[in-house]
């Protein structure tokens, strides 16, 4: 059972009671569908309208993992300088104006250079709203309140992913122009909102844990933060081959981005799942199974079920059904992995912006890795998507592994505090 020391007089009013929880939420939908069209759905755009190939997907995938690494660990920095409305506002202005210049002068040089700092720029966003509806709570209600911010962007994301076809179909300059709209009024609705504790406030719930939770917490987060930069290799990787899917060939761009959302979809059940219980909270390793069918699921996206051994003569329809069950539980496992690192992150750290700053970062290192292996694929054998596959799921593997060796050594220590005892 956990224990918490009370908070101080008016702390819980001042996270809670002294906010808008629906403006956070709010910010953050609009924010998810910014950034889903521009990290996620921007692939399936200049395959369409530039014709680029897997080469050119990675390579952009790699520029956006890079920047993103990097706003992300300056998140903590720029918010104790500015404070979180004064942030959050400037933020969103300059995403509003940087997808509006995108739109104004196209080009594919100049949409691509764009993309690269707005990515910088938006990820300095995200630890600060995962602290705004972290902070200054005790671990029960942080937990629903992340349950709950989960979903939110989660659901959007999934929405977005699959109108983004559409989108481009009949108004494709609204890919850029939607987002430098909806980030304007993302600014304005931080200037008029009430946000909670400023930087340095926010340590107003303590939790002091048993021991017993204490480390499985630890465990967890550490599986969760091992496994976190995997998650986000396979789905950057994935977001750039997704477009040249052959499973997809056949089918026009509106409805490949429908069937290329099933791995949200599945994410989202993961995250509605996961917010109805706290059961995952002492099981550490749930996240050691759910990087390991991560693996054999994203394999399963990325390889035609025919072209596997003893599979031959599948019809195609087999082939889809195959590739979206696989997407449908390969969002499972991101969602669970997801949720780990973020939640233990924040709940032993009393939701600070820094850990949420971690969490990103390692994001971040995981959009680098996952199209860096698959576009070094595409050098040495250019237009071979079954590499890039092969190439990617080792780099889980390695994670896997890493994962693996971290729990045994965590299980080795506990034997040996407990002979000690004896």
Excluded at 230 to 237: D, E, F, L, M, R
């Amino acid at each position: 059972m956990t224990r918490l020391s009370p908070p101080p007089p008016g702390a819980s009013q001042a996270a809670s009671g002294g906010t808008s929880l629906v403006a956070v939420y709010a910010v953050e939908a609009i924010s998810s569908i910014c950034s889903t069209s521009l990290t996620i759905g921007i692939f399936f755009f200049m395959q369409d309208q530039y014709g680029w190939g897997l080469k050119r997907n990675f390579a952009l995938a790699v520029g956006q993992g890079a920047t993103y690494m990097l706003g992300a660990l300056l998140a903590g920095r720029i918010e104790r300088r500015l404070g979180r409305r004064a942030m959050l506002a400037m933020l969103y202005a300059i995403l509003a104006g940087l997808c509006a210049a995108a739109a104004w002068w196209g080009g594919a040089i100049l949409i691509v250079s764009i993309l690269v700092a707005y990515t910088m720029v938006i990820s300095a966003t995200w630890p600060v709203l995962e602290s705004l509806v972290s902070v200054g709570v005790d671990a029960h209600v942080m937990s629903r309140r992340i349950g709950v911010y989960n979903l939110v962007w989660s659901g959007v994301s999934a929405a977005t992913v699959a109108l983004t076809g559409t989108i481009i179909q009949h108004w494709p300059v609204g890919v850029l122009m939607a987002p430098a709209a909806l980030h304007g009024i993302a600014a304005l609705v931080m200037l008029a909102a009430r946000l909670p504790l400023e930087p340095g406030a926010e340590r107003g719930v303590h939790l002091d844990a048993e021991p017993e939770l204490l480390r499985k917490r630890t465990l967890a987060m550490w599986l969760s933060r091992i496994a976190m930069p995997s998650t986000y290799v396979v789905i950057y990787a994935m977001a750039a081959m997704m477009p040249l899917l052959p499973v997809l060939a056949l089918y026009d761009t509106g409805t490949r981005t429908v069937i290329g959302s099933a791995w949200l979809v599945g994410r989202w059940l993961a995250f509605a799942g996961l917010a109805m219980t706290a059961w995952w909270h002492t099981r550490p390793l749930l996240l050691l199974f759910s990087t390991a069918a991560m693996l054999v699921t994203f394999i399963g996206v990325g390889i035609r079920a025919s072209d596997l051994p003893g599979l031959h003569g599948l019809p195609a329809s087999a082939d889809l059904g195959v590739m979206i069950g696989s997407q449908m539980l390969l969002g499972v496992t991101l969602g669970v992995i997801y949720a780990g690192s973020l939640y233990f992150g924040m709940a032993l750290s009393s939701g600070s912006t820094e850990h949420g700053g971690y969490h990103e970062a390692l994001i971040g290192l995981g959009c680098v890795l996952g199209p860096g292996v698959g576009a070094l694929t595409q050098v040495i054998w250019p237009g071979n998507l079954t590499a890039g596959v092969w190439a990617v799921s080792g780099v889980v593997g390695v994670s896997l592994v890493s994962a693996i060796v971290a729990a045994a050594e965590a299980r080795r220590r506990r034997r040996c505090r407990g002979a000690g005892r004896t």
